[in-house]
DNA sequence: CGCAGCTTTGACGCAGATCAATTCAAGTGG
DNA sequence: CCACTTGAATTGATCTGCGTCAAAGCTGCG
């Protein structure tokens, strides 16, 4: 059995042996966090990257007035801040939805994974992938009414499941709220609640405690304008700039560790 | 005096002697392209990378039905297609809004960049930096209402503008249309211009004809809850991950010049 | 002079927000 | 096993920010 990160990284680069064994001695070691908790302590001074190998998180901001918008939610197989490290800053807006299993990573350790030739760039793109969603929900939020929204939401949260195994085309393991999704989706719970209904009603997906059935993905991808190339899920094989991104280079991005100060 | 690539670099790393004259040599040479059209040609089938030098441009998608939502802005000194140069991907859905100046960089020539481990460095925190202002954007579209909304996307570009010289925080150039904003921000045209009168009889700011002026940055800055941390401005200077994203690694990342197939 | 693109106005309607309960599910402790 | 609590889902009523439609000024330009 594969263990998340593997699967998720297997996605953007082919992996070696070795590799895989480094991914596996990262996710040796986790610790848990209770839903509703922070990822990232509110106490120490957070090094290094967390990563999830089980349970959903999420990552949020919270304005003055109150306003809670969440802007992305981190599943089996996600880093959390990943490029919160790389520019040197810290994000402790992270918050587990459901219990989670995360592992710290240290900064020596990705240091490490980034050196190898095929993790980092996977890391890269894992990064980019990301970027790629966040553009995607601005569309979403900027550009689709609320059902459609909610739709869009959906489609891709199936898929980004079904990667790592968590979900199919005809449903899965989603435990996020209403007042959740209202927050991600710039919408009021009240209306949340009610469009929820009218999908449901529709026959397009339900979401109930935590689960989550779809009883026809195609209709439900339809009606949300949902083009999943955004998602980059099939990157391995059609790697056209893989020429100008694989080996052999004098110079380098990333370095060896060194502890800081 | 600097060219914009230069200046935007600045930001993120501390650049020697031999990197600036490498990012002369990459501006040396440009292509002009006219409000309106595509800076990735329609045609061709564009290798490599585009940064603008000068003008203003946009990356926005359309959907179906019509609606279109622009996802960033590219400024002077921004690159427009990094993300897909990595991805291997191409993203023909970029516009310029005023006339620019555009840069192609080939691929070999990325590559070489990115091979330095400033440079590199600083090519992939641009990146981030790019991540970070697309969650703001959601926060913004998701959670701020109307008028703050339209306040907090011109304290983020005046500040942008900033960096490369092409404002202060009195005001600046900024050629973008109401209907621009509008399918920036998620609104209709019809209640952007009722805000921006708005705004504009509260004295916070004015856009006439491409001029941006703003009496009072600060009253304009507290009503959108601006908090300009996630732009990374000053990050040459407090960077505390720098130990672990220096030099003298083993592997990397990127790799040499190969032509591709 | 007369498009053409941008800004502005007016009128009207609705999607979605807000306020305020109520119901429901699942623990939890006695 | 049942009161009691707590968080989530649901409902009803009301209001409004913002969208839509349609037309009219502006301004720069060929």
């Not at 197989?77 to 240290?106: E, M, P, W």
């Not at 553009?135 to 900027?142: C, M, Q, Y």
């Amino acid at each position: 059995m594969q263990n998340p990160l593997t699967k998720r990284l297997e996605r953007y680069v082919a992996l070696g042996k070795f590799d895989r064994r480094m991914l596996d001695d990262i996710v040796a070691e986790s610790r848990e966090v209770a839903a509703g908790e922070h990822v990232v302590g509110d106490g120490d001074d957070p090094q290094g990257v967390r990563l999830i190998i089980d349970g959903f998180a999420c990552r949020y901001k919270t304005l003055p007035d109150g306003k809670r918008q969440i802007v992305a939610y981190m599943i089996p197989g996600d880093f959390c801040d990943l490029y919160a490290f790389v520019l040197g800053k810290r994000n402790r807006n992270i918050a587990a939805i459901s219990t989670c299993r995360v592992v710290d990573i240290s900064p020596e350790r990705i240091a490490t994974l980034m050196s190898r030739p095929s993790l980092g760039r996977a890391l890269w793109r894992t990064s980019l992938v990301d970027e790629s969603i966040l553009s995607e929900w601005i569309v979403n939020i900027g550009a689709r009414a609320a059902e459609a929204r909610i739709a869009h939401f959906i489609c891709e949260m199936i898929l980004r499941l079904q990667i790592v195994g968590l979900a199919d085309l005809t449903g899965g393991y989603l435990p996020i709220t209403q007042s959740d999704l209202a927050d991600t989706l710039g919408l009021s719970l009240v209306h949340t609640n009610r469009s929820l209904q009218h999908l449901r009603a529709r026959g397009l997906f339900t979401l109930n405690r935590s689960r989550l059935d779809i009883p026809d993905f195609d209709r439900l991808a339809e009606i949300s304008f949902f083009d999943r190339a955004y998602l980059h899920l099939d990157m391995a094989t059609d790697d056209t700039q893989q020429a100008y991104l694989s080996n052999d280079v004098p110079g380098e991005i990333m370095s060896s560790p060194k502890p800081p100060v």
